[in-house]
């Protein structure tokens, strides 16, 4: 399981938006992070309680007990940094954070504001007082806005929007009910867990340095212990058991070396800081089918999610499809593993069908599913 990005929620008054963000942590809509604590500018804000009564550690740094924003602001930090948060939300925060602030927490700060952006923005416009000059400009529209906070206010990057009419018989409390329930309190939890996600999508480990080597007979103690530590429902039923280095010095001298010897096939390990941690293979089938290739390839789990094997799966096919005179390459994946489809589907092959003979081993169900890719022209 993946982590959670850490959430820190500001707030100032009744905390109705931050209720929204709780249930929709409760109801699986915010699922990429977590609320970890809730800061409130003003003591006994009610935010406060709703915070309490979900098991969310509630801190106040009352703004108007600090002699200056600087003290507040550092307040501030000293409790996200207690909690490790990594994102902040403001929900109904009411005051103009500063430039060192923003910019110390670039791109990872967003406020709702209640008015479609640009208009009703910027200083002076919060809470009711945005609804008030709404309604005096006599808009037939309003809604709310979440956008990412900068050192401008209400100037940063728009990241959700959604309208909402404005009636006749408003008053600004009317006008901001409506807005909070058909706006803001869905907008925020889906805007909040779309930031999670690309953050948790940046943290993802990237692909590590490897290359793609011809097989040597000097590789056959790393390739038979390489296949030791893969689980055997992944080889195929043909391959020794228990594979010793010997099976590993045949398969070398008489697949790999003799296939790209005599253009049947290309063979390679799959090498991490100077050691074969896999293989990957395109060979040639023969007769009636012999313009089609078939991709095999194994990794040690260690090395599995980090992207290796697709990338090594796209470098082999293009090798393959200019050394070997094919025009197809065919994989075959039992329907469970689906780390291997994933291989073939992000290396560009396309599923072309389920066979017939499926079968069933261990009281699980594998069904025998055929990708292929096309060479290019
Ligand atoms: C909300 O309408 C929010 O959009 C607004 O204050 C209200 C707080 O309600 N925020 C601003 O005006 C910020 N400029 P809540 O405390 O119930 O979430």
């Known amino acids: 399981m993946q982590k959670k990005v850490k959430i820190a929620v500001l707030v100032s008054g009744g905390g109705t938006n931050l209720q929204a963000l709780i249930d929709a942590q409760s109801s699986g809509i915010l699922v990429s992070g977590e609320i970890v604590?809730?800061?409130?500018?003003?003591?006994?804000?009610?935010?406060?309680?709703?915070?309490?009564?979900?098991?969310?550690?509630?801190?106040?740094?009352?703004r108007k007990d600090c002699r200056d924003l600087a003290e507040f602001e550092a307040g501030i930090i000293a409790a996200l940094e207690e909690h490790k948060a990594e994102i902040i939300i403001l929900a109904g925060f009411m005051s103009i954070l500063s430039e060192d602030f923003t910019r110390r927490y670039a791109n990872r700060i967003i406020n709702v504001h209640p008015a479609l952006i640009p208009s009703f923005c910027g200083k002076g416009y919060y809470g009711l007082k945005v609804h008030e000059e709404a309604l005096k400009k006599g808009v037939k529209v309003s809604g709310a806005t979440v956008h990412l906070v900068n050192e401008i206010c209400d100037g940063g990057e728009i990241l959700a929007q959604k309208a909402v009419e404005v009636k006749d018989s408003d008053t600004p409390e009317t006008l901001q009910r409506r807005i909070m329930e058909?706006?803001?309190?869905?907008?925020?939890?889906?805007?909040?867990?779309?930031?999670?996600?690309?953050?948790?999508?940046?943290k993802k480990p990237e692909t590590p340095s490897f290359t793609l080597r011809k097989w040597e007979l000097s590789d056959a103690k790393a390739l038979a212990e390489s296949i030791g530590k893969i689980d055997r429902k992944y080889l195929s039923e043909r391959m020794p058991d228990p594979y010793t280095e010997k099976d590993a010095e045949w398969f070398i001298t008489e697949m790999a070396q003799k296939g790209e010897a005599e253009n049947t096939g290309v063979f390679c390990g799959i090498?991490?800081?100077?050691?074969?941690?896999?293989?990957?293979?395109?060979?040639?089938?023969?007769?009636?089918?012999?313009?089609?290739?078939?991709?095999?390839?194994?990794?040690?789990?260690?090395?599995y999610g980090r992207g290796i094997m697709t990338a090594a799966a796209k470098m082999i096919c293009a090798e393959a499809f200019e050394k070997l005179d094919i025009s197809r390459i065919e994989g075959t994946v039992f329907e469970p593993n689906i780390g291997s489809r994933r291989v073939l589907e992000k290396a560009g092959f396309e599923l072309e069908g389920v066979l017939k003979n499926s079968f069933c081993k261990n009281g699980k169900l594998y069904n025998e599913c055929i990708y292929g890719l096309v060479k290019g022209d």
Not at 182 to 202: S, T, V, Y
């Open 37 to 62: 604590c809730v800061i409130s500018s003003k003591a006994g804000a009610y935010a406060l309680e709703r915070a309490k009564k979900a098991g969310i550690d509630a801190v106040t740094v009352s």
């Open 271 to 303: 090498v991490v800081d100077g050691k074969a941690v896999g293989n990957i293979s395109v060979e040639k089938l023969s007769g009636l089918r012999s313009n089609v290739g078939v991709i095999g390839y194994y990794l040690i789990p260690e090395f």
């Open 182 to 202: 058909q706006a803001e309190w869905k907008l925020l939890p889906e805007a909040a867990e779309k930031l999670c996600r690309r953050i948790l999508n940046e």
